[in-house]
């Protein structure tokens, strides 16, 4: 496996790195800038050649590599639809989309349906689909999907999913981010509809990225306003797991993988950290096109 | 002028709340989880009635009204191309697209060219737009606006904008968030195109929701690896500015002045927070389609 790991702190990181069963490393920086009385925490999660975008050496430059390995993430079996579904389409088929094979899909225009063609428009770097008719272009850009991580009782609720992909696997109730929403709403939106849970969030808790499908997690730790939760249509059951009985091998998604274990080991380090970093997965090829 | 502030927080909140002389109140959240060693800030900036989701009184219930009022925000006078472009299109113009709004613009399926229905799916609660052919469901979600705040010799990093709207005001470097790179990565990116200037990203800084017209602020902390920086063709000019410098009366964008406001509070407090909050306008009137 190749271990490629993006260094976005700086020479003060301490770093941990993860290994999955599954074709995923992970790794854990804690930074601490200067001036700084608070901690972050970043991470990045790779299996894939991770690639960097550097100014000076455009297009792209391979990072530091990394060997130190310190422990074993559970497997994580299945690819999601939250992780795989790219083009907006209502398939749940798990389909990797490439910065540019995606745009390449883009055959119509949206707002008057004529023809595209796929340039590079000018001033612009990248490939797009510009309308032959009226000149619009339409852009693609990552989703967000939002979720909460819910402690009561020294325990966390986890979903186990009613629909594919992934179905009969374990989450954290989360979903896309819906324009009119802020993401704190949406986090508590998702997590009414997948648990019938009433929750207040708490705090910011992860922002993790996975660029080669254009998805980015975002995190918040909450608490439940009541005791009480049941399975939405899109769960089976619903469940508050002990840290130490948390499924790590029916869980669906490898971002719900890295949140359970970074807040497992804030727990155990008595704090709760803000986390950032990035997922990048084998079975994707990353392109740039800049 | 209505104020309507989420409190996203638990009790031990405190709170000041800021009013801006072009329409929107922002209110910083400090709070502190329970078992936390490490404080996140949460901010809200609003001048409509702020909704807030709650799964039991759906479809939203207005929230907390705070008073108390500490200082003023400088004028932000223009509503910027980041802050208003939502449809994809190249259009500059600003163009407020609410919830509903943005879907009925899509006439047409990307993918097969067919006409669209405007309905909500079976299984779903938000209107969509339905190829009425293939039946795919063009989503729309929020987009992502990333950008470092780069910090030299106590000094902060602007460019003047070269390009409408807002042309002739001032930004931190930001622009929107691509596929095939993470949220660090593309904040890296838009400084070199905007700023000519190589940086590291340091640490994770704010994120702001704008969710009236589906945007979210990411800005990161960063430094230059080398003290130099030029105007790239997006930018008249880049210039260091001293905090007691900022040129608030002719910032660009409300989520810059937001973004700067907080860090010169961070620095006079001598930390650096992660912040995480909303910004709502008043020129936009607000819709739950849920």
Sequence with gaps: MLKAIQNLGSS???????TTTTGFVAS????????????SAFVSVSSSLLSYYSPRTRPIKPLLFLTRKTRSLEPVRAQTRSESKMDGTSSSSSVAVHSSGSVRKINFCQWCGGQTKHDIPDGEEKMRAICTVCGKI??????????????????VLLCKRNIQPSFGLWTLPAGYLEIGESAAEGAIRETWEEAHAEVEVVSPF???DIPLIGQTYIIFLAKLRKPHFSPGPESLECQLFSLD????????????AVTLKLYIEDVKAGSRKFHYGTINKRYFTMHFLY
Tied chains: 1, 2.
């Design 12 to 18: 003060t990181t301490t770093t941990t790195t993860t």
């Design 206 to 208: 992860a922002h993790l």
């Design 28 to 39: 854990f920086y804690r930074l601490k800038p200067p001036h700084a009385t608070t901690t």
């Design 245 to 256: 009985d948390i499924p790590f091998d029916s869980l669906a998604f490898s971002s719900m």
């Design 138 to 155: 339409t852009y693609q850009n990552p989703k967000m999907v939002v979720g909460c991580l819910i402690e009561h009782d020294n325990k």
